[in-house]
């Protein structure tokens, strides 16, 4: 849909040209097309197991008259229609900087598991069409050469979808299956379309997506962040129409609104079977994901919490022939008795050690977790189970990088974390009428060192760092050290019907400035993670006016050493108030 056809008043920006993508992105040239068995795209790459047949820049159109560009893969020598996988890409279903230089294979998928015909975290067509599926691969309204203007998430792009999948069931190569996969992007649009019902839709198989792009990312606990969508997504996607501009929308509705709302699909009544993927150490997705298989209506849902980084979890071949078996079940009708599969498998990352993979949970969110408070100090800079008697303080300067308030535990058995952590904290500030607070959990050895896990399989702690590390820490993209949170104290107020002890929820319905000296409850929400402690370690809580912990904020690109001050509200010194009556502390979910 057209900004038109919405009830909001969207910006828009001028998208950027086709001929500025290096490498470029191909002219539409229609007609089918044969790739042969044992064709090599790319040097040590899986040669296709069979001949495939590509129907090469379709037309496929909507509703309002657009025209969407997608390639269909089949297998050459099939005599009759089969299900049908569709991932809907705003990243090019062919060519372009996206396919060239974020290859799986560049961040440690072994060449020989992908042909490299895969468009970027997509399928691969080889492996699918190899096994009796055809794969669509389709441009995203306004990127590449499909028509309009480009739209981020939402209803619209749902029914986008909708009319996309029902074009296509209506093909004779189809038999009416349909469903759809893919990571991030190609994920978050799953939510968007199952949620608006598409009549042919089968089944879903959402990797790693968010459901709230106000909350998970864009204004992450009331503060707005905009570096990641448009310095490391938007600066990189190309198309022929204008590319819908959220940066000026959070401008002109900073607090939650029918605008994000529809960004937010209820999945309540989507009743599709779904294969939900998700990780602790997606610096975007965890959250979201997570939240969206607990709201999916659906009866046939499984979650799996792998312990890699998303496009090399979905290219291992042990997880793409879990994958097939569901879409057997669902697309084809093979009774292979995936309803058997556990319907929640989750990994237990033990930064500095070794993970726990594949552990069996009856149920998510985990029932059997305690939430156990940690009374921060600030007299010692201890946490302690009990809290103190004595009223204390401990300060930093709010707009002072390098400063922070640091409390330590030290771990004397065994600990499992397991879920949401949450923040509660008595705060002040000496200047200014609002505070955009920061909270990093994570651990560190006997020494002090802290301890990440790496998420790459293959590529060590040095493998992004010289490009991407700031004031010695490690870019989120490439390491996990633990699970984070912020916010903003005018965004403080509480949902109670939705929040939890575990997991406070914002309402983000409106501004509550404070004053200088006024002590403010803040409940921050810090996200899920699942985490073994150890005797001799140290659990560590850091709290600061820019992004805590050891790691930077998500990107992917060379970071700004000014960006995380664009929008910050804080001024003067910060002061944290603990003991007594003012008894500020951690909440962890401790698991059995």
């Known amino acids: 849909m057209d900004a038109a056809s919405t009830d909001f008043d969207v910006a828009f920006r001028p998208g950027n040209p086709l001929d500025l993508s290096d490498p470029p992105i191909p002219d539409p040239e229609p007609g089918t097309w044969i790739i042969p068995a044992g064709s090599v795209q790319g040097e040590g790459a899986l040669p296709t197991p069979i001949d495939l047949e590509v129907f090469q820049d379709i037309v496929i159109p909507l509703r309002d008259g657009v025209a969407l560009y997608g390639d269909v893969y089949r297998p050459a020598s099939a005599t009759g229609p089969l299900p049908v996988i569709l991932s809907y890409t705003p990243y090019g279903k062919r060519g372009g900087w996206w396919n060239t230089n974020m290859a799986a294979t560049r961040f440690g998928v072994p060449p020989k598991d992908v042909s490299g015909f895969q468009a970027f975290e997509a399928l691969d067509p080889a492996y699918w069409c190899a096994n009796d599926y055809a794969l669509v691969v389709v441009d995203a309204r306004g990127t590449g050469h499909s028509g309009g203007d480009m739209l981020f998430f939402g209803a619209a792009e749902g029914h986008d979808v909708y009319d996309t999948i029902e074009w296509i069931a209506a093909q004779d190569w189809c038999t009416g299956k349909i469903g759809m996969a893919g990571n991030s992007q190609l994920s978050m649009v799953q939510w968007a379309t199952a949620a608006v019902h598409p009549p042919h839709l089968a089944a879903i198989a959402p990797w790693e997506g968010m459901n709230d792009i106000y909350r998970d990312v864009n204004v992450r606990g009331g503060i707005p962040y905009t570096d990641f ?13 204008r590319f819908e501009d959220i940066t000026e929308m959070i401008r002109r509705y900073p607090t939650d609104n029918a605008y994000w709302g529809d960004k937010r699909p209820d999945l309540s009544t989507v009743d599709v079977p779904a294969y939900v993927v998700a990780s602790w150490s997606n610096p975007i997705h965890t959250r979201g994901t997570l939240q ?3 709201q999916l209506g659906s009866e046939r849902k499984w979650l799996r919490i792998h312990n890699v980084q998303e496009w090399v979890d979905i290219a291992t071949p042990e997880r793409v022939e879990d994958l097939r078996r569901f879409f057997d079940r669902y697309l084809h009708g093979h009774d292979n008795g995936w309803e058997d599969t556990p319907r929640v498998r989750l ?12 552990r069996v949970e009856p149920t998510w969110p985990p029932e059997h977790v305690t939430p156990t408070p940690l009374y921060l100090d600030g007299a010692t800079g201890r946490l302690t189970a009990e ?15 390098k400063a922070a308030a640091v409390f330590r535990f030290s ?46 399989p293959g590529l060590g702690a040095g493998a992004f760092a010289d490009v991407l590390a700031q004031d010695g ?38 501004e509550e400035l404070v004053s200088r000296g006024q002590v403010v ?9 699942g985490m073994l402690l150890h005797p001799g370690e140290t659990l560590v809580l850091e ?7 050891p790691t930077t904020p998500p990107r992917t690109q060379p970071i700004d050493p000014d960006a995380e001050d664009v929008h910050s509200r804080n001024a003067g010194t910060h002061t944290i108030r603990t003991g007594g009556s003012l008894a500020s502390r951690l909440l962890l979910p401790l698991a059995p």
């Open 543 to 549: 709290i600061a006016g820019h992004p805590a912990g």
């Open 292 to 294: 969206a298989f607990r």
């Open 347 to 358: 990994s237990v990352l033990d930064p500095g050690g070794e993970d726990i993979v594949d």
């Open 521 to 529: 409850k803040l409940d921050l929400a810090l996200w899920p993670t």
């Open 473 to 510: 820490k490690l870019p989120s993209a490439v390491a996990y050290a633990g699970p984070l949170g912020r916010i903003r104290a005018s965004h403080r107020a509480l949902d109670p019907e939705r929040s939890t002890e575990l997991e406070p929820y914002l309402t983000h319905a409106r």
């Open 387 to 401: 809290p103190p008697e004595k009223e204390a303080s401990v300060s930093y300067d709010s707009t002072d990088k």
């Open 411 to 456: 771990v004397e058995r065994e600990t499992e974390l397991l879920g949401p952590l949450s923040l509660q904290l008595w705060i002040e500030t000496s200047e200014g009428d609002d505070l955009d607070v920061y909270a990093a959990v994570y651990k560190t050895d006997a020494d002090g060192d802290v301890l990440y896990h790496f998420p790459f």
């Open 229 to 241: 969508h448009d310095q490391d997504i938007i600066a990189f996607l190309h198309g022929t129409g």
